[in-house]
Structures are given as structure tokens and as C-alpha cells.
């Protein structure tokens, strides 16, 4: 953007003057293009692949009039968001607008309005568009828990309607409904081409409401031949629940824990710092060494290293509000993954692999190391002082996350070390020493005769995180400098 433009823009974001004159204010008294010029202005300087992106270019309006007529073309802030996408479908598959920040809040927070089950979908035996139905998690005091269901339960429909490739994802939107009940035949052989599912009339209903969840769904210590194990199933990476995770270690440490399994199999994502804690929790001995850096665009990368290069690099903590942290000091740690472990998890595998062995049984991760921010519509695009008109926000990726060795860009996910999956039939109680991955886990200690159920591996077509919109979010807390900002933001 040359700098004549520059200053008539500098004028204009003082003076509170937008382009919206073209068109009619919505109920709340906002210019749609008031909007717009918000979405442009936070991709212009926030945005991860601002470089591969024509229209975000500093140079791609010549005045203040070309500008304007750019953004009233956009109807809707959301079509002017995707049209700034870089490779919607391959690369930033994550980067979202909302209308609503309250709800976003609340989500990160790890509230939000459900039914209480989780749920993996496997393509029918025979079939391929009819889907069955697992549920993988019963949460805690939800109603699902209230209604009785239980992991490992199968349904072949919900209200009656047969699920299927084109549906699934749609059946669970109302408030209310039933799910249609299955059983599994494997024909007494262990082929899955003989299998069929047997449809049973017998229905539970499930109704939803406001949960708000802990991620530690599962603490527990095994003594398995007289060393304890311990094994923790953590389900996001929420900051809310940080002492919670010091506490579980705090027990782990107490009862002289010689192995850890870190279950992630169906952990999104969420939190750095939350990610950064856990891998310390683990370790322990890597105090002030780095976790991973951090890869912004290329003018953000710049002015943050030219302020301090340390603005860039995570470093291993060692305390938590102040307070030394229950570190266990290990070498290795064992992690399950499933394509649902995602972003923060596989940011804790990433990042710990540089130090110790990390040794990942299951099936290969989601492939997410973008991190992303939430802007709001303020002069530094933080909470404080948001516009009062409009609660759109954006939370577009910002950054990548690299470990000490320099690995970034999985895309195709992270490799397991030893490949085993879930299938419909095998879906045990969570945290018992005979539930298959987690068996798998202690085998590899070789610790235990655990019974290992041997059978194909069979990936799930689905699973109900694609029902959250924010499932695979990987964020940032810490706040830039408001200088960089504002110098980003007029001097470029």
C-alpha cells in the first residue's frame, strides 16, 4: 500500500469513517462494510499466508475509493473472510469468522451446548454410504451419562432415519432426538467381510444442554507387576483446568509413577501454553530450554524478532501461577493418538520428540501445527475496547509452531511408532488395563501379559468433532505488544 493511501487510512480509522454510506445499517446500527473493514484490516497484518493472498497485499489499493468499492462488494463480512482464504481445502482448513465472540469465549472455555456422547462413524460392513454409529465418550454428568448410555454402545439411525455418508452430520442438529440401537455380528470369524449389523428395536433419547467439560476425563495409577503406571486421558488443552492438570501429576508423583501413558486419542487441540505445561509436567528437566518457535508472516516474523528475538521462542516452564509445578522427570512417555488428536497434542509430541522418546502408538494424527489468534474489532484487536456495535470476530491462522529440531509442516499428520486402531467391537472401559490401546501401551512396557486383541486395522469414515467448529484449534493467549501492533498497523 503506498504511503499516500496509508495516511488517508490512518485518517479515516481516527476519525471513525468507513464506507458503509452505500448501503442500509443493520438493526444494531453497523454499516456491513464497518464490518469488512474490520475482516481486511485484521487478515492485512494477522494473517499466516497474507503473502499468498493478492488482495492483502500492502500495495493493493491505490486510494481510498478503489478500497471502499472493494469492500462493498462483499454483502456478508463472511464471503469478504473466505474470500482471503489460502487453500481452503489442503492448507488453512481452520481459519474461521463468528458472529457471535461470546459463544466463541465460552467454547474455548470448554462450554457449549450438547448432548453429552462422543461419537466415531465407521462405514456398514458392505455397504459404502451406510454408516454405524459408536459412541466413543459418555461425559460426565451429562445427560447422555443421565440416560444410561455407555461407551462402545452402536446405532445404526437417529430418529429412525438410517445414517449414511450424506446425513450423519446433520441428524444430530436438533435439541432433542433418539438414537436407533445395534449389535455387531462378526460371524464368528475375525474377516470384516462377512460382518453385518443387526438393527434392534430398541431406542435412547438424548436431549441437550449446557455442559461445560473438564478435560481430564480419566487420572488413574496402575500397579502393573509392582511399578506403577500412571495413565491420564486429557481431552483438550484448556487453561481453565491448569491446576486441575498440575494436581492429576502432583498424585502421579506422590505414588512414585515409573511410566506415563498420555492418552490423546481424542484430544483437538486448544491451549499453547496448556501444551507447553503438559510437556513440562512430563519432563521437567528441560526448564528454559525451547519448546518450539513460533513462524508468523513474514512482517509480524520481522518487527517481533527486531524487538526481541525471545518474542518467538517457547521455553519449557517450570511454575504455574507463580508455583513450582509436580514435573515427573521422564525420559519416555507413551502417547495414543487417533486422527482426532490434533493441533495442541500433536504439538506436545512434536515438541517433547527433540528431548526424550516419545514413543506414539495408534493411528496417525490430524496434521495441524498452524495456531491461530482471536481478533476482535478494536484498535489493537484485542477484547478491550471492541467495537459495542457488532459482535463479529475473527480467528484466522496467525502462526506455525516448529520444535527445537526444526520439524513443521506435517500435514499428512504425525506416524505412529506402532499402528493399532479402535474398531466398533472394541470399544472398552477407558483406563482399564485390558481396554485394547491402552493394553497396547502396556505391552510396550513390558510390564504386563495384557491380553492384546489382534484384528485389522479399521479407520473411522467420521467422527462428531467435525460437529464443532472449533474442534481443531491450536491458540494463543499472549498479548503482542501494542506498539508492534500499532506499528504494523500505520507504518507499513
Known sequence: MNKKFKLIIVAILCLGITYGCFEDRDDNGIFTSDINDFVWKGMNIWYLYKGNIQDLANDRFSTNEEYGDYLNAFSNPRDLFESLIYQRQTVDKYSVIVEDYIALEQLFNGCTV????????????????????????????????????????????????????????????????????????????????????????????????????NPIFKSEILDVEGENVAYLMYNAFNADFNTQLNSAFANFKSNNVQHLVLDLRYNPGGSVNTAMLLSSLITGQFTGDVHSTSQWNSEIQEALFNQNPENLINRFPNTLGGAPINSLFLEKVYVLT??????????????????????????????????????????????????????????????????????????????????????????????????????????????????????????????????????????????????IIKRLKFNQ
Open 114 to 213: 450438547r448432548s453429552g456422547i462422543e461419537v466415531d462413524f465407521y462405514n456398514e460392513p458392505g455397504s459404502s454410504t451406510n454408516l454405524l454409529g459408536v459412541v466413543r465418550l459418555v461425559l460426565p454428568g451429562s445427560n447422555a451419562e443421565v440416560a444410561g448410555l455407555q461407551r462402545g454402545q452402536l446405532f445404526y439411525g437417529v430418529n429412525g432415519e438410517q445414517l449414511n455418508v450424506n446425513n450423519y452430520n446433520s441428524l444430530f442438529s436438533p435439541e432433542s432426538y433418539e438414537i436407533n440401537l445395534a449389535t455387531y455380528d462378526d460371524n464368528g470369524t475375525p474377516e470384516t467381510g462377512d460382518d453385518s449389523i443387526i438393527q434392534q428395536n430398541e431406542t435412547l433419547s438424548l436431549v441437550k444442554a449446557p455442559y461445560c467439560e
Open 338 to 483: 487417533t486422527n482426532d488428536s490434533a493441533s495442541a497434542s500433536e504439538l506436545v509430541i512434536n515438541s517433547l520428540s527433540p528431548y526424550i522418546n516419545v514413543v506414539q502408538i495408534g493411528t496417525t494424527t490430524s496434521g495441524k501445527y498452524q495456531g491461530s489468534i482471536t481478533l476482535y474489532d478494536s484498535d489493537n484487536f484485542q477484547r478491550e475496547g471492541a467495537n459495542p456495535n457488532h459482535t463479529y470476530a475473527m480467528q484466522p491462522l496467525v502462526l506455525k509452531l516448529v520444535n527445537a529440531s526444526g520439524f513443521t509442516d506435517y500435514i499428512d499428520g504425525l506416524t505412529p511408532d506402532i499402528v493399532f486402531s479402535e474398531n466398533p467391537q472394541n470399544y472398552s472401559v477407558l483406563g482399564s488395563a485390558d481396554e485394547p490401546l491402552l493394553a497396547r501401551a502396556l505391552l510396550e512396557i513390558s510390564l504386563t501379559n495384557a491380553p492384546i486383541l489382534i484384528t485389522e486395522t479399521i479407520l473411522p469414515y467420521a467422527s462428531s468433532n467435525e460437529f464443532e467448529t472449533f474442534s481443531n484449534e491450536m491458540y494463543i493467549e499472549n498479548k503482542l505488544p501494542k506498539d
